[in-house]
């Protein structure tokens, strides 16, 4: 039955109100010029170009033997070569740089390239990887989150993941193992045994370098063209002089104050950042990662193109960080080789100068996502806010080895006391017997 009392007829749209109509195109037409200079950058600013670093050699999982054709493949220890464990085939990998001219235009980069393994991580991408068996047809499947390869349980081939999936797992390049894993050891045990002394009880008793793990760490490797403005004050020194008498003496100099400026216009190659967010995390309160910066730099012009062969026997962690992310990162890292690249040119302000200002124009951009070898050995000291985890790190190429190793506080202060009662009784020594 019809309704005797329609509703009313609604009221035309007004502002603010749901119905209201969007303008149609081009009727409100937004100059970036107005806008401001955050959000005009990012509208004017060209579209990310991209690099197919695919490897396209590597159709399926199975990665074979140019010579007999088997999947039992590894990296042969201290070198880039690849190394068939059937026939003893030996073969390397080539260089990423040379494949796909990333060492060339640097100073042209405009925009930002990204490369194929840097692309975004999709957010819905399983860690899960599954392949069909070419040997046998079984399924083996494969977790991205620590392991790039995977034998198969029924017929022994070995597969890796070689396409680009769109979880961050595969990375452009690879930069393979140089340092042995016995040479690791050696170097963590020496580290810490020079610092055996004020370590924690705990730390010695339950130290077996024998568990140190090797780990290609996931970064970004980024070119930049970029230039940078920077002003402040500088001081030169004109004059110093003392005022007081004995043991009440205060000194005062006098110094002529600049206005300093600088423009620089510099380029970056191969400039490493950490694209984990759980590395890139450098809360002291909670880890030690700050060290893995120390064990910098890697001879990254080597990397070869990826293959996930290399990676067999290693742990691997996953690329959790896009682009984007990564930018700040970049610009702070900019920001002080350009400050840097000016000092040499303020050294006639000997008080220093205290730079006020700064401005950074990053002209262009170029990354590429990379595996670098680290050898870990890490020790959980139990406390507050969930303890704090200590890490010794040894560069995979270079064998530069840095860490954090838990002290006993107390024999750091009495060494602290020891040392200053020390101290304090040689001066009262001399003092004596120069009266």
Request: hydrophobic residues 35%; proline residues 7%.
């Amino acid at each position: 039955m019809a309704n005797a009392n329609p509703p009313p007829p609604a009221p035309p749209s007004g502002p603010g109100s749901p119905r209201d109509v969007p303008p149609a195109p081009g009727s409100f037409p937004i100059d970036p010029a107005t806008l401001p200079p955050p959000i005009r950058d990012e509208l004017t600013a060209p579209d990310p170009t991209a690099i197919d670093t695919a490897s396209k050699e590597l159709k399926d999982g199975a990665n074979r033997c140019p010579k007999c054709g088997s999947t039992d493949i590894r990296q042969k220890p201290g070198t880039d070569l690849l190394i068939c464990l059937y026939c003893r085939n030996e073969w390397s990998g080539a260089r990423v740089e040379d494949e796909f001219g990333l060492g060339e235009g640097i100073d042209k980069l405009q925009g930002t390239v990204i490369a194929s393994g840097a692309r975004d991580i999709q957010a819905d991408a399983a860690a899960l990887v599954s392949f069909k068996c070419p040997g046998c047809g079984a399924e083996v499947t494969v977790n991205t989150q620590n392991a790039m390869t995977a034998r198969c349980h029924w017929c022994r081939h070995v597969l890796g993941v070689n396409e680009q999936v769109p979880n961050g797992a595969v990375p452009d390049a690879v930069l393979s193992f140089h340092i042995k894993k016995d040479d690791a050891v050696v170097r963590i045990r020496q580290f810490v045994g020079k610092r055996q002394l004020f370590a924690l009880k705990e730390f010695k008793e339950q130290f077996t370098p024998e568990n140190v793990v090797g780990v290609y760490l996931p970064y970004m490797i980024v070119d930049s063209n970029a230039s940078a403005d920077v002003a402040g004050q500088g001081e030169i020194e004109t004059r110093r002089y003392e005022r007081g008498s004995d043991n009440n003496k205060t000194t005062y100099y006098d110094a002529d104050v600049y206005r300093v400026s600088r423009h620089v216009d510099f380029t970056v190659d191969d400039l490493p950042l950490e694209s984990s967010s759980e590395r890139g995390n450098l809360d002291t309160r909670v880890n030690t990662n700050n060290i893995i910066n120390a064990i910098l730099p890697f001879d990254t012009k080597n990397a070869v193109k990826w293959n996930a062969s290399y990676l067999a026997g290693f742990n691997s962690e996953k690329r959790d960080q896009n682009v984007e992310a990564l930018r700040p990162r970049l610009e702070d890292e900019l920001l002080s080789l350009a400050r840097a690249e000016v000092e040499a040119s303020a050294k006639r302000y000997d008080r220093g100068v205290r730079w006020e200002q700064e401005h950074l124009d990053v002209h262009g951009t170029r990354w590429v996502s990379m595996y670098l070898p680290v050898w870990l050995y890490s020790y959980h000291q139990p406390g507050s806010h969930g303890g704090l985890l200590h890490y010794i790190a040894v560069n995979g190429r270079t064998g530069k080895t840095m860490g954090s190793v838990p002290v006993q506080h107390w024999k750091l202060l009495l060494a602290a006391l020891t040392a200053g009662t020390f101290l304090e009784g040689i001066a009262l020594w001399i003092a004596g017997h120069s009266s």
